[in-house]
């Protein structure tokens, strides 16, 4: 029987957006393909059902919680425009990365 710990698992830190320079959303999940369904399908309300924010343009792995949620709020702390270049940097056309992830 395998021992589940949280040593095991990875994190993820996420931008969605409504679309291409649009309106941007920063996000921490443990399983990024759920994560993303739910703001796809707008199970959960709030932010990004409120403003359609469903595409998913990037996003960076883990190891540890803490790491992931420091990187998070060292994201939401930064400029658009720093945030944009980010995303550009490995998603230029700004593709949904969602179907990739499945």
Request: cysteine-free; proline content about 1%; overall charge positive.
């Amino acid at each position: 029987m395998n021992a589940f710990s949280l040593q095991d698992m990875s994190f993820f830190v996420y931008i969605l957006a409504s679309q291409r320079n649009g309106t941007l959303y920063v996000g921490v999940t443990n399983n990024l393909a759920r994560r993303i369904h739910e703001h796809r399908e707008k199970i959960i309300e709030g932010f990004t059902s409120n403003y359609n924010v469903t595409r998913l343009v990037w996003f960076d792995q883990t190891a540890s919680i803490e790491e992931a949620i420091s990187h998070e709020k060292r994201l939401k702390r930064w400029q658009r425009a720093w945030k944009i270049a980010l995303i550009e940097k490995t998603n230029p056309t700004w593709n949904d990365l969602y179907e990739g992830i499945l």
